[in-house]
């Protein structure tokens, strides 16, 4: 059986690599919080192009509301002091600019600062293994899948969190529409009651006053008949509950919530009663309170 999921959650994963591309380290995070649609966004490193559409598409393999934040950093490790080397053309450029500034009574230049210089010191390049950066890529790609997994795995906890909570408003939900089927049971005779006493005090002399009580006390308790509303409460809760067992139900139940709502208005728009409009609240009450958390599930 099926379960409902969250829309909030974390997930990470990290690896490293040492081959022909060099040694290579990196870290995954993906989140996510609400939303109506699914909306992915993606952070990586650069020239890891293919990265992006890889990620989206597992994003959308696993969840399909939510914005879903993937981040990748990636770093390798650089080349020791032997490694590097000395690009004799730019060096050679920045002492002739030192050397005029000397001139103009600047201080002369230090061999330690015109080493930090930009592009003085370089790591030699390398032969680009298309093979080696095809395997790297593939590597990462294979942890975001990880960190997706543990976000699916985080937003499923929050779910099972959730499920009884909505639930148990669910549960209430239906304990008072039953409350009021039985309440509305006495709305015929509070309508009528009310009308005969009206009537009484405007005309209390007037021919067949009784018979017109009852007629009109008939037409007043027709429009006021709230069996329909109860019906179709009845039945939102059996869909609810039904849509619970079958995820993602997120935005379905988002639109049950709004019929749920237009019955309780209903519902209190009709009641000739004390008792049907209190029960009545109480359902708006409670419907309010299960759509705010409707509105954490996927």
Partial sequence: MSAISGMTGFGRAEGAQSGAGGDWSWSVEARSVNGRNLDVKFRGPPGFD????????????????????????????????????VNAEVLDRYLKLANDLVQGGAAPATADGLLSLRGVLEIPEEVEDEAARAALQSAIAADIDRALEALKASRAREGAQLAPVIGGFIDRIEALTADAEREAGAQVQAIRDRFARRMA????????????????????????????????????????????????????????????????????SKSATTALTATGLDLKAVIEQLREQVQNVE
């Fill in 50 to 85: 293919g990265l992006e559409a890889a990620a989206k598409a597992a994003a959308q393999a696993r969840f399909a509301r939510g914005q879903v934040t993937i981040g990748v950093q990636a770093k390798r490790a650089e080349a020791g002091a032997a490694g590097l080397i």
């Fill in 201 to 268: 005090e405007l005309a209390p002399d007037a021919p067949g006053l009784e018979e017109r009580i009852y007629l009109e006390a008939a037409a007043l308790a027709a429009k006021a008949d709230v069996r329909e509303e109860l019906d179709r409460l009845t039945a939102h809760v059996a869909s609810a509950r039904t849509l619970l067992q079958q995820p993602p139900a997120g935005r379905k139940l988002d639109f049950l919530m709004q019929e749920f709502m237009r019955e309780a208005n209903t519902l209190c």
